[in-house]
């Protein structure tokens, strides 16, 4: 069965550099989020992609994040510069439609912000 | 923005026993559920899931209940097996007003003992 995949499994940045998490989502999957899990939190959605374009983002979302799909298969996460408050598990997630239908979850990326 | 909150935060049943998790949520727009499960070092797979026009809705031993009124939905396992342990998450979405973005629950750490 088709899954969701990410890459690194574990990233460990310095506070101020760049990240970039990959992900590459079930093929013939038209939306795409990217959600993350602070410690001992809830799962907070972050922002979801369809038909090249952000559709929706959060408050934390912010100027310091960006998403692109630089080519047919890839879904990336950027985060320009890291802070502490950034360590977390991100998941990315696409579904074949929107509304209603189940969102298939990758293995997630841990980032270590230190 | 949409708030859900779930309970109880762990929950230890015998094998063979019932299991159920309960969530509520704040936003009245809210009607999509989806509940999904993750194994240790798991990605989150989704188990079940139930639209606002419905009130139950079963797949073998598992079971989500749905009052709208109220704005809550409940997990039922029943005839629980050690394979049920898991962190299970609930959530909700208002795919009509704020798209596609699923918020979730705190999760759920289910151990069911042999």
């Known amino acids: 069965e088709p899954e969701v995949t990410q890459t690194p499994s574990h990233q460990v940045t310095q506070m101020g550099q760049e990240v970039i998490l990959r992900c590459v989502p079930i093929?013939?999957?038209?939306?795409f989020y990217w959600y993350r899990q602070i410690l001992g939190q809830k799962v907070e959605f972050l922002v979801s992609?369809?038909?090249?374009?952000?559709?929706?983002k959060s408050e934390i979302f912010d100027d310091q994040f960006s998403v692109e799909r630089p080519d047919g298969s890839n879904f990336t996460l950027k985060i320009r510069s890291t802070k502490l408050e950034d360590s977390a598990m991100y998941f990315c997630?696409?579904?074949?439609?929107?509304?209603?239908?189940?969102?298939?979850f990758g293995p997630g990326t841990r980032l270590t912000v230190t | 923005g949409e708030n859900v909150e779930q309970h109880p935060s762990t929950l230890s049943v015998q094998e063979g026993d019932s299991a159920v998790i309960k969530c509520t949520y704040s936003?009245?727009?809210?009607?999509?559920f989806p509940w999904y499960k993750q194994e240790l070092g798991k990605r989150p797979q989704l188990i079940i899931d139930?639209?606002?026009?419905?009130g139950e809705k079963k797949d073998q031993r598992i079971a989500v209940t749905l009052n709208k009124t109220a704005k809550h939905f409940s997990l039922h396992i029943t005839e629980t097996q050690p394979e049920d342990s898991a962190v299970y998450f609930c959530?909700?979405?208002?795919?009509?007003?704020?798209?596609?973005?699923?918020?979730f629950g705190g999760g759920t750490r289910l151990m069911v003992k042999p």
């Open positions: 997630a696409s579904s074949d439609q929107g509304a209603y239908y189940e969102q298939y």
């Open positions: 093929s013939n999957h038209l939306y």
């Open positions: 992609f369809y038909n090249n374009e952000i559709s929706e």
């Open positions: 936003d009245s727009a809210s009607n999509y």
């Open positions: 139930i639209r606002s026009n419905v």
């Open positions: 959530a909700a979405s208002a795919p009509e007003t704020t798209g596609n973005m699923l918020t």
